[in-house]
């Protein structure tokens, strides 16, 4: 069944509850009325956006994680119980760019709650790379445009995410506003402080790095590296072939690179034959997409290391 007939079905039989919230569309500057002692029902497509939620929301929101731990969010699809859950949601918060997929069938089975894009006012990397351009800064559109989605691996994108995120909130909940933004506020000096510590400790260091797949483009772009990828999909699943290994190797041996990255996810065997052809070694470069032990300070933290490791000797 796909998940267009998934969604129509829900849109049958399901009665959408309609006792704590009145709200016409998707637009996050709407509000709704907030009844004693509620809370805002929050739903966040994956990890990142979860921790940003409940960092944000604290207890004044009752927040919950979509994508299950250890599924990859590239290719999840709801499940007819997860659409019912969503269907009960007042927001649902997405990281947009097309990275949501299932996005797009919720708003055409007249989700009554709010989607909060956490992309918007982020300049956007096209899939090619090829060119950028400026994504809509109205919160009340979302863009399901193919792009690079992985915004949230560059902190100071993150910091806007987490913006959106307690803009949002307070829209919905003007009564605990200044709660949101302070949190908000709180949560965001720590990721200046992780943008400055990235920046003080790889700014002497060499550029070229070799990243599993292309996920930290603007990482890169923010930091002045240059990422190479085995894989050239923004999606951890894609194929490598002979020829694949032949250039990675090759660029590795041409800019005397001699670590290789990985992902907590993926085999970490094409990454380790890379290695033992230019004698090097296998680390993990996260990008944070399957909720795991850490937090996304600790994980992005982690990452650093393991750049220094592979760029600052």
């Known amino acids: ?12 039989v399901i009665v959408i509850p309609l006792s704590v919230i ?18 805002l029902q929050v739903i966040s497509s994956f990890y990142p956006l979860h921790e940003f939620a409940q960092n944000v929301g604290q207890d004044k929101v009752d927040a919950t994680l ?59 990397k096209s899939s090619t790379n090829e060119h950028e351009e400026e994504h809509e800064e109205n919160q009340g559109e979302h863009n399901h445009s193919s792009g ?16 959106n995120i307690a803009n949002a909130f307070s829209n919905s909940d003007p009564e605990n506003q200044q709660f949101y933004q302070s949190n908000a506020a709180s949560y965001i000096e720590k990721l200046n402080s992780l943008d400055l510590k990235i920046k003080n400790e790889l700014s002497q260091c060499n550029d070229d790095f070799i990243a599993f797949h292309d996920a930290f483009s603007y990482f890169a772009d923010e930091y002045d590296l240059v990422q190479h ?18 250039n990675v190797i090759s660029t590795a041996k041409k800019l005397n ?3 290789i990255f990985s992902e907590e996810t993926v085999d970490t065997r094409t990454s380790q034959i890379i290695a033992n052809e230019i ?25 650093l290391e393991n750049l220094k490791e592979a760029l600052c000797q």
């Open 148 to 163: 690079d989605p992985h915004i949230w691996l560059n902190p100071v994108y993150a910091k806007i995410q987490v913006q």
């Open 22 to 39: 009145a709200v016409y569309g998707t637009n996050s500057n709407q509000q709704f009325t907030v009844t004693e002692n509620s809370k």
């Open 257 to 259: 690179i001699d670590v």
């Open 66 to 124: 979509l994508v299950p731990i250890g599924v990859e969010p590239h290719d999840w699809e709801p499940t007819i119980k997860d659409v019912q859950k969503m269907q009960q949601s007042d927001l649902i918060i997405i990281n947009g760019i097309g990275f949501e997929t299932w996005v797009d069938s919720l708003e055409e089975n007249n989700f009554q709650g709010i989607v909060v894009d956490t992309s918007n006012g982020i300049s956007m």
């Open 229 to 246: 990828t085995i894989i050239s999909s923004n999606d951890p699943h894609g194929e490598t072939t002979a020829r694949t290994l032949e």
């Open 279 to 303: 004698n090097g070694k296998v680390l993990v470069l996260s990008p944070i997409e399957v909720a795991s032990p850490g937090t996304y300070i600790s994980k992005m933290t982690e990452n």
């Open 1 to 12: 069944m796909n998940i267009q007939t998934k969604f129509a079905i829900i849109a049958i």
